[in-house]
Each structure stands twice: as C-alpha cells, then as structure tokens.
C-alpha cells in the first residue's frame, strides 16, 4: 500500500510540476535601455518552460514568438512528439516586447499607447538575452527556433549573439525585408493609422486587419482551392471574431514598425555577405516557395552564404505552408537537433 501511494504521490507531483511549468511567468527587467536609447520603465518579459534542465545547463533552447502570437500559442508545438520535444530539451517560449503579455503599448502602466517607445527586432533579441542571463542563469543555448516574425529574431540573434548558441531553426523569417514585405505591412499599418484619424474602434479596425492578413497568409491557388466565393463573408466574420482574441491597434503598429525596420546587416555596413561571415552556429533556414507574407528570396541566399542546412516547401499553403506538411517540418527540426 506505501508502494502504491507513493507511486500516485509521484505521478500526482510531476502532473503538477508539468503544469506548473507551462504556467504564465514573468521576468522584471528594470528600466530596459532601447536602440535608440529610450527607456520602457519597470519592462518585463513573459515566458514559459518546457521540460527539464539538465545539470550542465546545455539542453535549453529558445522559441520567440510570431507576429501576433505569444507563448500560449508556442505551447502547442512543445512536447513529445511535437515540434520541439520538451522530454529532451529544455524549452523557453518567450513572449515578444509588445505582443500583449510582455510589456507593450496595451499593458503598460507608465507609456501606455502611442506614449510606448519605438522597438526593433534587436530590442526583442536583446530582451531575451537579459532574460537568459540575467533571471534565467542560462549563459549558452543549446538552439534556438523561431516563425514569422520569430524566425527575423533568429536571423537577429545569430549575427547579434553568435556565440550564444550551437544551433539555430528560422522557418518562414528573414534576415531583411524585401520590398513585396514593406507594402504589405505599411498596408496593415496605413489602415490602423487611419483608423486612429477617424476614432474608429478596435473591432472596426480589425475587419481591415484580418482580411489583409488572412489574404496574404495563403496562396491565392489556396485560397481558391478551399474558399468558395459564397463562403467569403463567413470566413472573414471568423476571422475577425478569433482576432478580437488577441488584437490591439498599438501593440500591432509597434511590432509592424519593428518587422519593417529589421535588416540584419544594419551592423555590418548594409553587406549580407558580411552578416553572414558573423554566424557561428549550425544554421537550418526553411522557407516556402509561395510566401505572400515573408518573401523567401533573402533567407535562401542567406542560407547559401552561411551553407547552411535549407529546406524550401513547395505547397500552396503559403506562409503556413510548414503546418500543412507537420510531419516533414517535425522530422526536419527534430533531425537537424538531434544530429
């Protein structure tokens, strides 16, 4: 009977420590110091854990958020069997400045709304180095995955921290934006800008934003393949309905702004050939052949400057095009890792 409680006292426990661990956390970073120089007063980052650390401390690996996503989201691509398999890493899921969990313009106490400072990818790369570092202990990264615009923060983190890490993934990001990228996000932009002119409310604003986004987020053989023009207004009443989730104007324009400043080679004289002679860690870049959202172009040719380890999915899905074939994008991430 001791035996047989104790086993359930045990089961009960790790139960409640896995729990534990994918819980909300935050980490107090003081007054951040910016790029630019401006402060974000009393800035915190959010994040979860995943798994366990190991006593050398050399199983972590990080997972920045997307554009739009925060690390609730990431906790579904963490586990065994899943993107990242937390049963022999160490998984930090850390929330991007400015996606609504970390400080930004809709939680802040003391710069709320437009009075939050302007930030760059290299603000959120930097915010996590202070958490590794500084709260977390953590002085090297085993790897380091990232989407969208978690993938641009990998591409960041490598030249900015090049010794920081022996492995890095960014699928779907790039190291620079191209022009096709820039129109689009300073669409999303205009019309968030405009609605501020105008006073319109959020929800209104979102029936711009989602429709612009879900748009360029396919293929338009996608989209035609699995949309049916009757099926259009109630596809896009979804859409707004789930943003309404997760949306506010002010933090959208700041990571936009952040997305359509990004240029790793802002620090090596506008040269990617010289970027890339900064990498240090084993590099794999996946892209999809028919982006609308991140053009592919500048990470495939950052891939052939570094040598790096690519893998292009040809598939209509798009910017989403990795989800639609989840078994390949597994066996790629877990080989590349485990290799």
């Known amino acids: 009977m001791k035996s047989l409680f104790s086993f359930f006292f045990a089961l009960f426990f790790t139960l409640i420590t896995v729990h ?14 910016l790029v630019s120089g401006e402060i974000i007063y009393h800035c915190k980052v959010g994040y979860r854990t995943f798994g366990s650390l190991n006593a050398e ?4 690996i990080l997972f920045p958020t997307w554009f739009g996503g925060n690390s609730e989201h990431l906790a579904s691509l963490i586990g065994p069997d899943k993107l990242v398999n937390s049963d022999k890493y160490f998984v930090i899921a850390v929330d991007a400045l400015g996606n609504g969990v970390s400080s930004s313009p809709s939680n802040s106490e003391y710069q709320s709304n437009k009075n939050f400072p302007a930030i760059t990818i290299k603000d959120l790369v930097n915010s996590h180095h202070k958490l590794l570092t500084e709260h977390l202990g953590i002085q090297k990264l085993y790897g380091m995955i990232g989407g969208s615009m978690g993938g641009m923060q990998v591409f960041e983190w490598i030249v ?5 890490m022996e492995k890095a993934v960014a699928y779907v990001g790039s190291p620079k934006l191209t022009s096709f990228d820039l129109m689009l996000w300073q669409s999303e932009l205009n019309a968030i800008e405009e609605g501020w002119q105008c006073n319109l409310s959020e929800q209104q604003m979102i ?9 360029f987020a396919r293929s338009p053989e996608y989209i035609v393949e699995n949309t049916k023009p009757e099926e259009v207004q109630t596809k896009l009443k979804n859409e707004y309905e789930s ?3 997760f949306f506010n104007s002010y933090d959208w324009a700041l990571l936009l ?3 359509m400043n990004h240029d790793i080679t802002k620090n090596y004289n506008g040269s990617i050939e010289a970027a890339a002679k900064a990498v240090r860690a084993n590099l794999l870049v996946i892209t999809a052949e028919k982006d609308l ?12 400057l570094t040598d790096a380890d690519s893998y292009i999915f040809d598939n209509n899905c798009g910017h989403l095009a990795p989800g639609c074939e989840i078994e390949t994008f597994k066996e790629l991430v877990r080989d590349f890792f485990e290799d």
């Open 257 to 259: 702004k952040a997305m």
């Open 57 to 60: 401390k050399s199983n972590t």
């Open 20 to 33: 534990a661990q994918v819980e909300q956390q935050f980490a107090e970073l003081g007054n951040f110091k």
């Open 243 to 245: 943003y309404t989730k």
């Open 160 to 164: 900015s921290y090049p010794d920081f």
């Open 293 to 304: 959202m991140v053009n592919p172009a500048p990470a495939q040719e950052f891939a052939e």
């Open 207 to 215: 029936k711009t934003i989602a429709a612009i986004h879900n748009t």
